[in-house]
């Protein structure tokens, strides 16, 4: 029972940081319909970020939301140079370019900052557990799931009670109808680069709270995590994308303490196993109601 | 407009060169005549790194086309190509090395396998086939997929490829190199593979079935409306395209000798996706855009070295894909075969100078 407990509150911690990642990547899928491989990168900055203002003796209270700043700056300079040309392009297309650039930038700061993967120096109280009888949790973990609700629950708000969120709704239904009822294009889009990029942000602070090492290529993994959970959930519907992460992280932890030890490290083919399979039942995931074209 | 030959065929009625298949042999045999070339002519005048050049360009161009036989026709993304160019070299390897080589490097493997020491091409033959015989069953499911979910998938496969190679420990020496194939690929037999390549992704994209896998990179529906069973073309194209890039793979391991799990991963896939991308969607598309990569890649590495940034070159290249999906979406030849649009510029010309002289008589 204990043991139960244990794991379920660990589930719950990686489906947070799954679920952030994967809303992300459908905020901006279900405008664009690009599936945004350079979002890794917003994580990786964020972490890089992490890292130098810690090694700066700067206060925590700066570092965290420094973080995710960095994760929505580098989001939306992606969007003006990178995105914003390749607009209204095919899916195939933008996918590639996404692609492209998330190699360019983790070379890019193989160059300038090397390959070594740096520790970020963490609060210590990151590292403290809660005690509640025979139970042990991690305070990381709590805050993780707590502020992961939070953040839901703003960002839900934000889209349904502000126009620049009823827009962004309409935009994920039908874009270029919401573009003649007098909605600026670009805005839209760099709000939902901006979110997006912010998410990501947030999710660094609690992934690399767990592995504390930050490299070039240390976005990727969770970037993968996230486009899993994105495609079970639908790709475009966002609460699918909360939704898939938190089963994927459900997932993921139950692997981890069930499989035999040599096992472990195929879990990435297992869960890929694993949704291949899902997809063949439901091509468009849980929630999806969107796919590259409508059924008529 | 998805068929470019027959629109052309139907601008000039009275110019029907033939069934499609000679008029694809004809297209094709000028490419493969320029490939032959340039390996005749690297091996009597080049120097070694001219050699490496060109056989890796001509064992990467394979790949590209077996890539560009489902994705460029189908408009599907695809990750898992290198992960069947890894199968088939890692096949292929199993079979050719010597059993003495065999007997230190994986002791614990099955005997069958230790004591197998086939003659290249066969061995090669049967690696393809396997992997095509794989690629087939998993893409049962995988071809009922479009754009986003496919592309996350196929990433899928190569992730399972990949894991199940590096953790085979007794059969493929897991993560370590898998050492002692026979260095069998010479600059002629890869050029001779690239050419036939070639042809076979030609043929295919001319064919009914190529030519409904391109009518429903457009439009999936209006495709299946006019009788095209997308799927199962998908399939045809996907089983296909796994067995070129399989060949791509064997000539790959039996040119390095050795091979690492960790080679056949993301970089890898990113350069031949560049190729594609940068040649266009077609067969003369792909040996373009594999020409480009090989020669830019090249320079790159010396630029890399000279200047000690490792990295540089994929820099460079993600930079590059960004600029030509912007200038040019369609890549640098577009839709067009070459010859189709050597072809047509030539009828443009003799059109105009007809028209001047005809005009000028009127007058």
Same mark, same amino acid.
């Given at each position: ?112 900052? /090397? ?93 690399? /709270? ?38 994927? /992280? ?47 | ?69 489902? $994705? ?23 079979? $050719? ?21 086939? @003659? ?25 997929? @479009? ?19 590096? @953790? ?16 069998? $690929? ?37 495709? %299946?409306?006019?009788?095209? @069973?997308?799927? =199962? ?64 890649? %090249?320079?790159? =590495?010396?630029? %890399? ?45 003799? =059109? ?12």
């Amino acid at each position: 029972m204990r043991e139960v407990i244990q794991q379920v509150v660990n589930g719950l911690s990686v489906g947070s940081i799954y679920a952030l990642v994967a809303l992300g990547v459908a905020i901006v899928f279900s405008i664009l319909n690009l599936v945004n491989f350079a979002h890794g990168e917003f994580i990786t900055a964020a972490g890089y970020t992490m890292f130098y203002l810690a090694a700066g003796d700067v206060p925590w209270v700066l570092i965290f939301p420094s973080a995710i700043i960095a994760g929505a700056l580098v989001a939306a300079i992606l969007e003006r140079v990178a995105f914003r040309p390749l607009r209204g392009a095919a899916i195939a297309t933008q996918l590639l370019a996404s692609f492209a650039v998330s190699f360019a930038i983790e070379n890019a700061l193989q160059l300038s900052v /090397g390959a070594r993967p740096k520790a970020i120096d963490y609060p210590s109280w990151t590292q403290t557990t809660l005690h509640l009888g025979s139970i042990d949790i991690q305070w990381l973990d709590i805050t993780t799931f707590v502020t992961t609700m939070a953040v839901l629950a703003l960002i839900m708000w934000y889209l349904r009670h502000t126009t620049t969120g009823l827009a962004m709704r309409a935009a994920a239904d039908d874009f270029a109808t919401t573009r003649l009822m007098g909605i600026p294009a670009n805005r839209v889009v760099v709000v939902a680069f901006l979110i997006s990029g912010a998410l990501a942000g947030l999710a660094a602070i609690f992934y690399f /709270g767990n592995s504390p090492v930050v490299s070039p290529t240390s976005g990727f993994d969770p970037l993968l995590k996230g486009f899993i959970a994105a495609v079970i959930g639908g790709l475009g519907s966002l609460p699918g994308a909360v939704f898939g992460g938190f089963l994927l /992280g459900g997932l993921e932890v139950a692997m981890d303490a069930t499989l035999p030890a040599g096992l472990t490290g195929s879990i990435d083919a297992f869960i890929f196993a694993l949704l291949i399979i899902a997809l063949l039942f439901r091509p468009s995931g849980i929630f999806g109601v969107k796919t590259a074209f409508s059924r008529v | 407009m998805a068929n470019d030959a027959g629109a052309t065929s139907a601008a000039t009625p009275g110019r029907q060169l033939g069934p499609w298949w000679l008029r694809s042999l004809g297209g094709s045999a000028g490419l493969m005549v320029v490939l032959l070339v340039i390996a005749v002519a690297v091996n009597a005048a080049g120097s070694p790194t001219d050699l490496r050049v060109a056989t890796t360009f001509f064992i990467y161009l394979v790949v590209a086309l077996g890539l560009q036989t489902f $994705t460029g026709y189908s408009g599907i993304i695809s990750f898992a190509h290198v992960g069947f160019m890894a199968l088939g070299g890692y096949a292929s390897a199993l079979l $050719t090395t010597p059993a003495l080589i065999k007997q230190t490097s994986i002791p614990d493997a099955p005997h069958w396998l230790m004591s197998a020491e086939l @003659n290249f091409w066969v061995a090669g033959a049967i690696a393809v086939v396997l992997v095509m015989l794989i690629a087939f069953v998993i893409g049962i499911p995988l071809v009922r997929l @479009n754009g986003a979910p496919a592309a996350v998938a196929t990433i899928g496969v190569l992730v399972i490829v990949n894991t199940i190679l590096s @953790n085979s420990d007794s059969i493929t020496r897991g993560a370590q190199a898998f050492y002692g194939i026979p260095a069998k $690929t010479t600059i002629f037999v890869a050029a001779a593979v690239a050419a036939g390549a070639v042809l076979v992704a030609r043929l295919f994209r001319d064919s009914d079935s190529g030519l409904g896998l391109r009518s429903s990179r457009l439009d999936v529906l209006g495709s %299946e409306a006019s009788g095209v @069973n997308v799927d =199962r073309v998908r399939l045809l194209a996907w089983t296909l395209s796994a067995g070129i890039a399989a060949a791509g793979g064997v000539l790959f391991a039996h040119y390095l000798t050795t091979l690492l799990p960790s080679v056949f991963m993301y970089n890898l896939t990113l350069t031949i996706l560049t190729m594609i991308i940068i040649g266009g969607p077609t067969a003369s598309g792909a040996v373009v855009g594999a020409m480009i990569v090989s020669v830019a890649t %090249e320079f790159l =590495r010396r630029a %890399e070295d000279t200047f000690s940034a490792p990295g540089l070159s994929t820099v460079v290249l993600g930079i590059f894909i960004l600029v030509t999906m912007i200038v040019r979406p369609s890549g640098l030849l577009g839709r067009w075969e070459i010859d189709t649009w050597l072809r047509g510029r030539w009828r443009q010309v003799r =059109r105009v100078q007809s028209g001047t002289t005809t005009g000028g008589g009127g007058s």
